[in-house]
């Protein structure tokens, strides 16, 4: 069974940083892709980073591109978001998802509970 928990969410103020983990458990990430979707009040669903589990590679949204990075520590099944220089347009609930067409597609199969991320002054 796929299971997804996220923590480290929070509230920060604007240039400020955070890191978002995801403990992933029923599945090996050397062979899923994890990553990240994002979404605000009243808006779309957005994907935001995605870490390719055979090969390692990383994909990004142009919104965050340079000021986040996804990362996995393969030994716990864990992977991480580590979000600088965070605007008030980063704001949303955050959630770990799996993707099923890899990192090629912005298309999302299990995710979590979501982790509440607020930038403001």
């Known amino acids: 069974q796929v299971q997804l928990v996220e923590s480290g969410g929070g509230l920060v103020q604007p240039g400020g940083s955070l890191e978002l983990s995801c403990t992933a458990s029923g599945f090996d990430l050397d062979y899923y892709s994890l990553g990240w979707f994002r979404q605000a009040p009243g808006k779309e669903r957005e994907g935001v980073a995605c870490?390719?589990?055979?090969?390692?590679?990383?994909i990004y949204t142009d919104s965050v591109r340079g000021r986040f990075a996804i990362s996995r520590d393969k030994g716990k099944n864990t992977v991480h978001l580590q979000m600088k220089s965070l605007k008030p347009e980063d704001t949303a609930t955050y959630y770990c998802?799996?993707?099923?067409?890899?990192?090629?597609?912005?298309?999302?199969?299990?995710w979590g509970q979501g982790t509440q991320v607020r930038v403001a002054s």
């Open positions: 870490l390719h589990g055979p090969s390692g590679g990383r």
């Open positions: 998802t799996t993707f099923p067409e890899g990192c090629y597609e912005w298309e999302y199969d299990y």
